[in-house]
């Protein structure tokens, strides 16, 4: 991954001929008029004073630029121009890029490099000079070579996604896109408690990868007394994948006057495949692996001061056909999932569904212990140096921090380089069986 680079880009003409500075000194040696472009990327304030004194300008400060409002983005006065606006990082995150046009110079604020399509306008420049003999048509570049930056990704991003479909699809998933409440679909995207954050909105699904638009919704979304409890009591036999899940709600205050429903839904940890972005052997948690009472649940009455009871035999087959329309089938395996019990309204409006209370409870609630990793196992791993192989075919293994979190995941054949530490090493066979070792780099 490409480093973060502190620096200053003045572009300048000299005789008609495109020169670049990487020093603000040059300013006071070169008549302003011959300046086109600033470019500043994650400069010192100092630097950013020392400029706005120099230019006559105003550089907004982090907050402003990430403003989301419509009405920060553009500002225009009767010399100068102010435009916002977020560019797309390979990573799909969103970087703000603040533009000020003033005396034919346009001057950018940024805090990263890898913006690509900053280095290909600056390419286009040097190789024709005359087409940019203003700021103004440097800014129309920028906005144009993001364009098609954009367009690239976003069908980058639709390939990966139809991609992903096919692994980790499940036909219920179709089926819960009337919560989108349009025909426009798009992913990642996020729902709280299946309910709106805010008054108006014709939809409660919104952007899961604009970060600042879910913690704005995290701060003032509704907090509503849920009036139900729920507990969950699982026997399950590994032998023969079967189980018994026994449910209890308990209504302690007034319920809601719609319709309510008991849904019931199994989820799987560690699942490799494919991310936008992040590669096709991304670890995904809380992966949605069907439904064991219906896609929409089943009806139960809610009275205050009763407990309803309800008992569900189900069976987990070693696989699980992931998409409704491709057909595959990815392993499930019994350590990693969980049943999760939500009770919410029912509705004929999609903005209506409100999720009141959850609880979840793992498959297997019973640990047998912490494998160890022999050397003569079929589930061994090698460990040279700091680097991890496996060397059996058809395994895979993922590697956890001590925090917990999961920092490589890789397949037989194939290996991985750790820095120095402590870690958690989870091998998978090829008939589903694990083990688990602590090691130490």
Not at 112 to 138: C, D
Not at 185 to 194: G, T, V
Not at 394 to 409: C, D, E, F, M, P
Request: glycine fraction near 4%.
């Amino acid at each position: 991954m490409q480093q973060n680079i502190q620096q200053v880009r003045l572009f300048y003409f000299d005789n008609n001929r495109l020169k670049i500075a990487k020093d603000i000194e040059i300013l006071r040696e070169v008549p302003l008029s011959d300046f086109v472009w600033i470019d500043l990327n994650d400069v010192a304030p100092e630097t950013e004073s020392e400029l706005e004194q120099f230019l006559k300008i105003y550089i907004q400060e982090e907050e402003e630029i990430e403003e989301i409002e419509m009405s920060s983005r553009y500002i225009e006065t009767a010399d100068t121009m102010v435009a916002n606006s977020n560019f797309l990082l390979d990573t799909y995150d969103k970087e703000p890029v603040s533009f000020i046009l003033k005396n034919n110079i346009l001057v950018s604020v940024r805090d990263n490099s890898n913006l690509k399509s900053f280095n290909e306008t600056v390419k286009k420049m040097f190789a024709s000079p005359r087409n940019y003999p203003t700021g103004y048509h440097i800014f129309v570049a920028l906005l144009e070579t993001r364009v098609e930056y954009d367009a690239d990704m976003i069908e980058e991003a639709n390939s990966s996604i139809t991609k992903l479909s096919k692994t980790l699809t499940m036909a219920e998933d179709v089926d819960f896109t009337w919560f989108y409440n349009s025909s426009s679909l798009y992913a990642p995207a996020i729902m709280f408690d299946r309910a709106p954050y805010a008054d108006g909105l014709a939809s409660i699904v919104f952007e899961g990868n604009d970060s600042k638009l879910v913690n704005n919704a995290m701060k003032v979304f509704p907090t509503k007394e849920p009036f139900i409890s729920i507990q969950l009591n699982n026997k399950f036999d590994a032998s023969t994948r079967q189980g018994t899940l026994e449910v209890e709600v308990y209504t302690f205050v007034n319920p809601t006057e719609a319709e309510h429903r008991l849904n019931l839904h199994l989820v799987q940890d560690d699942m490799v495949a494919t991310q936008s972005g992040m590669g096709s052997n991304y670890v995904h948690h809380h992966v949605f692996r069907g439904c064991l009472n219906g896609t929409w649940g089943e009806t139960i009455e809610l009275i205050e001061g009763t407990t309803v009871k309800k008992t569900v035999e189900y069976t987990i087959p070693e696989k699980i056909i992931s998409t409704h329309a491709n057909k595959v089938s990815l392993e499930a395996i019994l350590e990693n999932m969980q049943i999760v019990a939500f009770v919410s309204d029912a509705a004929n409006s999609p903005l209506e569904c409100i999720v009141w209370n959850s609880e979840s409870i793992p498959v297997l609630q019973s640990a047998d212990g912490i494998g160890e990793l022999q050397a003569n196992s079929a589930l061994t791993v090698d460990v040279c140096g700091q680097t991890l192989r496996l060397p059996s075919v058809g395994n895979r293994a993922l590697v956890y921090a001590i925090s917990g979190q999961t920092v490589a995941s890789f397949a037989s054949g194939e290996s991985c380089t750790l820095p120095k530490g402590t870690y958690v090493v989870k091998v998978y066979g090829k008939n589903g069986e694990t083990a688990v070792k602590k090691i130490i780099l």
